[in-house]
């Protein structure tokens, strides 16, 4: 992985609107989508998610900043981060998916995988 880019936003709606925006921007992948239940008690909304996507790291600012100012102008923006070439432990977390459970997405690199024996 050249670059992970995230995007944390309120709503999954917000979510998948921000991905398409980031795929269309820029020549990049996006990998994966975490959320997160705010247990705050009052809290304005009631999920966060966060957009993963990977490619180059000049393609990869290019989609976040189409994205983020799209979340920003509708008031559903909370932050965002660019890593570039991350680390081994850092690119696996990025394939990480809540959304489906805490499984690794289904497109991970299978050097990612685990190996029989090793869990």
Known sequence: MKALGMIEVYSFSTAVRV???AAKAADVKII???RNRPFAP???VPLIMVVKMEGDVAAVEAAVDAAVSYAKSQNRYIVHHIIARPADTVEKMGYLMDINRDKYNKKLPKSFLPKEGDE
């Open 19 to 21: 991905a398409d925006i």
């Open 32 to 34: 994966a989508f975490d």
């Open 42 to 44: 009052g809290f304005p």
